[in-house]
């Protein structure tokens, strides 16, 4: 069983940036496969990025070049870096974990309570 708490959402001003963090509680030899996905008003959850056991970060096309994740395994953090937002990057963004990467977001079993962002010009 894995636990996903976010952090560090808030209002934000067009351009600004923001560092969201997700604290993983977990079994230490259980591998999961972590990532952080968005919803914006109105639509659909959509995968922001997963990061595959090995550590490699694999970003949907619409967020690559623009948001950074990173992990610190010794510290069973995760972050998601925002720069250059706009009002386009205004949505909850959550963090989960699933037993294997790219499966469907509706079969993802674990999800944190969401931190959310809002983008002002």
């Known amino acids: 069983q894995v636990q996903l708490v976010e952090s560090g959402g808030g209002s934000v001003q067009s351009g600004g940036s923001l560092k969201l963090s997700c604290k993983v509680s977990?079994?230490?030899?259980?591998?999961?496969?972590l990532g952080w996905f968005r919803q914006a008003p109105g639509k659909e959850r959509e995968m922001v990025a997963q990061?595959?056991?090995?550590?490699?970060?694999l970003y949907a096309d619409a967020f690559r070049g623009r948001f950074t994740v990173s992990q610190d395994n010794s510290k069973n953090m995760l972050w998601l870096q925002l720069v250059n937002l706009n009002a386009a990057v205004s949505a909850t963004y959550f963090c989960?974990?699933?037993?294997?990467?790219?499966?469907?977001?509706?079969?993802?079993?674990?999800w944190g309570q969401g931190a959310q962002v809002a983008v002002s010009s």
């Open positions: 977990k079994n230490p030899s259980a591998h999961y496969c």
């Open positions: 990061i595959e056991t090995d550590g490699s970060v």
């Open positions: 989960t974990a699933d037993l294997y990467c790219f499966g469907a977001t509706a079969d993802i079993p674990s």
